[in-house]
């Protein structure tokens, strides 16, 4: 089974930033995309960013466009997302997700907390 570890969750003021990291394990002949969710109360799970593993395209919601930055490390099977500019509403819990069959995101990580201040 596909495992997924986040890292790098915390407490930052607004404007601050982050760096989130997710390490993959476990055997898979293809990684078909990447990305980080993130979740608060009494809303569904959104994407935030995703990655396609082999091309390096990515993609990002409107929100976070021109602030965070997903990258991928394709030998070591680790993703991270670089949160700059951060806002109060950015915080959420950011799951990480793995695509391994290019239908659905089936992995996914246990969540790490983003809290941002003003």
């Known amino acids: 089974q596909v495992q997924l570890v986040e890292s790098g969750g915390g407490l930052v003021q607004a404007v601050g930033s982050l760096r989130l990291s997710c390490a993959a394990s476990?055997?898979?002949?293809?990684?078909?995309?990447m990305g980080w969710f993130r979740q608060t109360p009494g809303k569904e799970r959104e994407v935030v960013a995703a990655i396609n593993w082999s091309t390096g395209g990515t993609y990002y919601a409107d929100s976070v466009k021109g602030r965070f930055t997903i990258t991928r490390d394709n030998a070591k099977n680790t993703v991270a997302l670089q949160m700059n500019s951060l806002k109060p509403e950015d915080t959420a819990i950011y799951y990480c997700?793995?695509?391994?069959?290019?239908?659905?995101?089936?992995?996914w990580g246990q969540g790490t907390q983003v809290t941002v201040s003003s």
């Open positions: 997700a793995a695509d391994v069959s290019g239908w659905k995101y089936a992995y």
């Open positions: 476990g055997r898979t002949f293809i990684w078909y995309r």
